[in-house]
């Protein structure tokens, strides 16, 4: 069988609740952060970004907030559907450095 | 633009053979980069490149593993002998800046047994 993998934090939420994916980041110097979306069996896919200079940022059904004092970035998914079931990823840039990616974040979403 | 496309999608392979994972860039997009993603380890950086030339390879985990980028359109990721640890996906990106949003391909999925 398959070894023991990664433990990814899941969210189970129920259609048309909102959810809340958080993202602890881990260097102070980064400046630029970006939300991906993976569903199963695709790459990743991007959803929205935010630069450090900012505090919160909305696209469609998604807001990013930014807290930079406590090194937190979290993904609001409005009136969640079934189709935004995955594994979320955020990703910092350290200063001008390639992007640096977290564990993930697995969200359920039930009818 | 089709985005980033590689090949093949899916790949079995018996241990001691050599393995050519595929990729085309989004044209204009001057970054490429290499990962690799596993239950056991999520999704890693093997190498990027700008401009074609190899910048950091630090993510390669042994010299079994090389890649090349011989024009902007095109890399490849060759794993010489592939061992059935080498099973994961493999998935290649680009981007306009290496710090800016990252385009995934759909992955080749390696199977060695």
């Known amino acids: 069988g398959e070894s023991v993998g990664l433990h990814l934090p899941t969210l189970s939420v129920q259609e048309g609740d909102n959810s809340i994916i958080n993202c602890a980041y881990s260097n102070s110097a980064s400046d630029y952060f970006i939300w991906y979306k993976q569903e199963s069996g695709k790459g990743p896919q991007f959803i929205i970004d935010i630069r450090s200079n900012m505090d919160k940022r909305q696209g469609q059904r998604v807001t990013v907030l930014l807290n930079k004092t406590v090194k937190h970035l979290s993904l609001q998914i409005a009136a969640t559907q079934p189709g935004d079931s995955a594994v979320y990823f955020c990703a910092e840039r350290p200063g001008f450095q390639k992007l640096v990616f977290g564990t993930g974040t697995r969200l359920l979403v039930s009818p | 633009d089709a985005g980033v496309i590689q090949s093949p999608r899916h790949e079995v392979t018996e241990m001691g053979q050599e393995v050519t994972l595929r990729c085309k860039p989004i044209?204009?997009?001057?970054?490429l980069f290499w990962y690799r993603q596993t239950m056991m380890r999520g999704l890693e950086l093997l190498i990027y490149?700008?401009?074609?030339?190899?910048?950091?390879d630090s993510g390669m985990p042994e010299d079994r593993f090389s890649a090349k980028m011989p024009n902007a359109s095109f890399s490849t990721l060759k794993i010489q002998p592939s061992e059935p640890r080498d099973s994961a996906v493999y998935f290649c990106?680009?981007?306009?800046?290496?710090?800016?949003?990252?385009?995934f391909g759909p992955g080749t999925r390696l199977t060695v047994t």
């Open positions: 044209s204009g997009h001057d970054y």
């Open positions: 490149f700008n401009n074609n030339v190899p910048i950091d």
């Open positions: 990106a680009s981007s306009q800046d290496r710090g800016r949003e990252q385009y």
